[in-house]
């Protein structure tokens, strides 16, 4: 493992036909599924990494200066199959956070652009793997 490295893990077992059950290991669970019920998909799921990392990256810094009066990160992308087999295109991480209007609520919103940058260029995990790609590795126990 790399310097500084933390290991990660979750476990997805099938619950029925087309729905999942994935546990961390602290306990917490949610369900996912096909993308045919109110689940969420594997794909909307890594949109949710994507836009909860970097949102938690802005909201830490800022919410230590001020209460946001709307905090909203959206994550989307275009599912594509191509000669590369599926995968995610176009994908934009957009912000719609607003603090009060007090010298506290001003820092914080003058915070925001350069703790989104952060963010994308060195602090999210989930989206620095999806730019500098990572090999995934697979066996059969």
């Known amino acids: 493992m790399a310097s500084g490295s933390e290991h990660r893990t979750?476990?997805?077992?099938r619950t029925s036909?087309?729905?999942?059950?994935?546990t961390n290991v602290r306990?917490?669970?949610?369900t996912l599924g096909k993308g045919d019920t109110e689940d969420f998909s594997p794909v909307e799921l890594l949109l949710v990494a994507l836009a909860g990392c970097t949102g938690i990256d802005v909201d830490v810094v800022t919410s230590r200066r001020a209460e946001p009066d709307t905090f909203e990160v959206r994550a989307d992308a275009d599912k594509?199959?191509?000669e590369q087999g599926n995968h995610l295109t176009g994908v934009?991480?957009?912000f719609r956070?607003?603090?009060p209007d007090t010298e506290p609520g001003r820092e914080a919103q003058s915070l925001?652009?350069?703790l989104v940058q952060a963010s994308h260029d060195r602090l999210c995990t989930v989206g620095r793997t999806i730019e500098i790609g990572t090999p995934i590795g697979t066996?059969?126990?």
Do not use: C, K, M, N
Not at 17 to 22: F, H, K, V, W
Not at 27 to 30: P, S
């Open 139 to 141: 066996r059969i126990e």
């Open 97 to 99: 956070v607003a603090f």
């Open 92 to 94: 934009v991480v957009s």
């Open 10 to 13: 979750v476990t997805v077992a």
């Open 17 to 22: 036909a087309g729905r999942y059950t994935a």
């Open 27 to 30: 306990g917490g669970q949610l």
């Open 112 to 114: 925001v652009p350069g």
């Open 80 to 82: 594509v199959r191509d």
